[in-house]
């Protein structure tokens, strides 16, 4: 018999007034009492709308099955056919717009906790299945892949599977792209992603950090000189953007990517951090835009002490973050100043930020986006005392690896021009992710990485 109730199990998370202190995970995951509860409310549907909605079509009632059958590593399998990263697609996906989205049990009630039960699933296997997977042996062809993001390590990591000898060009000093430098810690914990990374390794990939291709070796390099057969780029969308105000070059100004990496990647708020971030403890901090990076800079300003202002200029309908983060950072006290615009940011004559002029906005009719444009009200302009700035406007990709290889065709967004099959307008080189897209998912960016990779091996088993 079905679980009739019509609300979802909740998540047993930490108490926001602890959680808004500390670091770590705010949600706590489902207890298995919970977790076959929550199974419970899936009817295993025929024509199973939930999988349509899922970017990589994982088999939804398959694996949910498995669960109230307490075969909890035949669930993991099950997704594992379709997503190579569960426990971050669990925690990070932004559901209700997807899989969860497209529930039948979501028109009376609440959908399935699928990404619960996905994120369940996972952390069960990780606690009780310890094999390393096995080397496959080599097939003679070596591909690279630039950046270690989700797109990047899915393709590493399918490719790998079958024999290739693969090479990641990572960046930074460590894998995971977003994973590791923007997405924090009480979101995601970082053993998460270095325990995928680390299963990676054992497939063979190498890992080559501190490695930025256009500067130490160009992608032409790497095939002419090095001997690569078929190049991925997965090198995201890094490069942020500002709003070009008075101001925007004062200390205590942080783009929304810079203060997260400083904060996640760095640990910059520990003594021992060779990286400094400025003491935010008693201090104000305004940050600017309304999307999950917004959320995740102000729920990390606030862990740091401060008092924090969410600015956006639409309102709070229109916010863009996923419901739960903003309903988080509720709980977690951060002021939300929607319908707010900056116009200045003001200094001292020690160059730091000591406030910001804010206007009011209202919504007039829909723009091109289809959402109501924000209009400037006359004359309403106020003072927010603040100390510190933090621009979360998004993102674009970095022009880099465009301008150091001839022939690649980015679009007017700087985005890379690919084919149904990922491949760019440079012959041998794919790209996926958020360098083709624009910033976007997670779940996107791995099936965009499942892509390259098939695609590679369909050129090079040819
Ligand atoms: P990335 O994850 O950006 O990885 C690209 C990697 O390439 C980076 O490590 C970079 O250092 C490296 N690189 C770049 N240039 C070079 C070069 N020239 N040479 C070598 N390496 C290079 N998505 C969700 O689904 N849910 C969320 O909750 C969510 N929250 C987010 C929060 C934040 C703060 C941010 C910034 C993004 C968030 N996203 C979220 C979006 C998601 O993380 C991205 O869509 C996803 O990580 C894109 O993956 P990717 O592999 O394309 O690129
Ligand atoms: Fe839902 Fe993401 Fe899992 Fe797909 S991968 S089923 S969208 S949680
Ligand atoms: Fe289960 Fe909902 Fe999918 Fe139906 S739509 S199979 S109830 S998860």
Redesign the pocket.
Known sequence: MPNMSLKKNEMPSQDPNVRNKNFLEVALGYTEEQALDEAARCLNCKNHPCVGGCPVNVKIPEFIKKITEKDYEGAYQVIHETSSLPAVCGR???QETQCEKYCVRGVKGEPVGIGRLERFVADWHNAHVQEAPAKPASNGHKVAV????????TCAGDLAKKGYEVTV????HL?????V???PEF?LPKSIVSKEVDGLKALGVKIETN?????VVSIDELIEQYGFEAVFI?????LPMFMHIPGENLCGVYS??EF?TRINLMKAYKEDSDTPIMPLAGKTVAVVGGG??AM??ARCSKRLGAEVYVVYRRGMEELPA?HE?VEHAIEEGIIFKTLHNPVEIHGGEDGYVKGMTCIQMELGEPDASGRRRPIEIQGSEFELPVDCVIMALG?SP?P??KNTTPGLEVNRKGCIVVNEDGLTSHPSVYA????VTG???????MG??KLGAKSIDEQLSK
């Open positions: 990070v996906c932004p630039i950046g270690s993001g989700p797109s990047g390590l060009f990572e960046a930074l894998a995971g792209g977003v994973l430098y923007g997405i979101r490695m930025v291709i256009g500067r997965g090198s995201g969308a890094g929304a990517n997260l999950n990076v995740d800079a996923r983060e993102t970095n880099l690896i996926g992710g958020d360098a910033a976007a998912t997670v779940i996107l960016a965009a990485g």
